[in-house]
Structure formats: structure tokens, C-alpha cells
């Protein structure tokens, strides 16, 4: 949303913003679920639910009840991984790959916001601010130890 939001000049106010985004990860996320459900095998969803809830934190917005029920309503995932990676780490990243722009205040508090979700107890949550073979050997560890 930023991404377009700039290209436009056009801001969105938080709760429009919410609303083009849930309905666009709602679609995504329901077209996930079509396609993995007679699939036989690892099954990996980035962006899910619990992504635009810490949004919606971020922001100040209610979690609403919609996107609670799906939560509940979808076939439960074996596991969840959540990626943690240190806001400033985070910021060099975004800034080192030049497509998009985030301010690290954003990033701090989306970081917060995740981990407010009251389902972040459940997660794996894996440091993800070292090399790419050290998080995916993590990754792999918490996969292998998930089991279902």
C-alpha cells in the first residue's frame, strides 16, 4: 500500500488503508487455503491474518471480529513461524534494497504490535538479524521439530 500511495501522492487515512488491504490479503490468503488444500506436503503462508492484526495494532485500529474468525474458521496451521529481525537491522535492509521506504518508527512499532498479539505466545519466534544460512538452519530446526 505504501508503495502505490506514493506513486499516486495519495495517503490513505489509516482505516481506508485497513480496509483496501484486508479485503486484498483476505483474497490472497482464502486463494492460499484453495490451493493448499489437497496438497500433501510443507505448506508455506507469508502475510497471513495475523499480519494486518499487528497492522491494525500499529495504527491505533480495533482488531475487529472478521479477521478473528477466520483465524478460527480456516484449517489451523502446525506451526507459526515469526521471523524477528531488530527494527534497525530491519530499516538497513530496506533501505540496502531501494524499492520501498519504511521509517524505523514504523518498524519499531509494528515489531511491538506483534509481539501485543495476544496469539504471539503460540508462535515460534526465530532471530532472523544474522546471515541467511544461520536463519534458514533455524527455520529448519523449528520445522523439523513441529511435527503434524
Known amino acids: 500500500m505504501s508503495l502505490i500511495s506514493a506513486r499516486f501522492g495519495v495517503l490513505l487515512p489509516p482505516r481506508q488503508a ?3 488491504e484486508t479485503a486484498v490479503r483476505t483474497f490472497n490468503v482464502l486463494n492460499s487455503h484453495r490451493r493448499a488444500w489437497r496438497f500433501r506436503g510443507l505448506v508455506v503462508m507469508d ?3 495475523h499480519c494486518q ?3 491494525r495494532e500499529m495504527h491505533g485500529l480495533p482488531r475487529g471480529r472478521f479477521l ?3 483465524i478460527r474458521t480456516l484449517p489451523q496451521p502446525d506451526h507459526i513461524i515469526h521471523l524477528d529481525v531488530q527494527p534497525r537491522e530491519a530499516h538497513a535492509r530496506v533501505l540496502a534494497r531501494g524499492t520501498d ?3 524505523l518508527e514504523d518498524l519499531e512499532s509494528l515489531r511491538d504490535a506483534y509481539q501485543s498479539l495476544p496469539e504471539f505466545p503460540c ?3 526465530i532471530p532472523a538479524d544474522g546471515p541467511p544460512s544461520e536463519v534458514l538452519a533455524r527455520v529448519q530446526t523449528a520445522i523439523s521439530g513441529a511435527g503434524g
Open 101 to 103: 521506504a519504511e521509517r
Open 123 to 125: 508462535f515460534t519466534s
Open 18 to 20: 485497513d480496509f483496501v
Open 68 to 70: 478473528p474468525f477466520l
Open 47 to 49: 502475510r497471513h491474518f
Open 53 to 55: 492484526l499487528a497492522l
